[in-house]
């Protein structure tokens, strides 16, 4: 599974959830194994890495769908750069996103 396909099957799960987070600072974490497979001797590292998004504050009036996307967009540009730095490592299973949020007061 691709990450932008994962991306458009949690969609709208996680628009859901950002309904019941209102007033609420949220920020996306994607959790997935990173893999790196090594020709030669033909070894096989995998190690779980979790890509974050940065903060943004869901208030009664915002977009979910926009909240969502500006996240999800945040979180996927950080995961590339990632990939960058390390030419070799690529998406080996994706297990999840979660929101943590915090209450304003």
């Known amino acids: 599974m ?6 458009n ?10 309904q ?10 994607l959790k997935c194994v990173m893999q ?3 020709i030669a001797p033909g070894e096989v590292t995998a190690v779980e890495a979790e890509f974050h998004s940065k903060v943004e504050i869901n208030l009664d009036g915002s977009d979910v769908n ?3 996307d500006i996240t999800a967009d945040k979180t996927r ?25 915090k209450i304003n007061h």
Do not use: P
């Open 66 to 68: 926009e909240t969502y």
């Open 36 to 38: 790196n497979t090594n």
């Open 2 to 7: 691709t990450l932008s396909h994962f991306a």
């Open 77 to 101: 540009d950080n995961m590339a750069a990632f990939q960058r730095l390390e030419m070799e490592i690529r998406i080996h299973s994706l297990f999840g996103t979660s929101y943590r949020e």
């Open 9 to 18: 099957e949690v969609k709208a799960l996680v628009t859901d959830k950002l």
């Open 20 to 29: 019941t987070l209102r007033q609420t600072k949220v920020k996306m974490i």
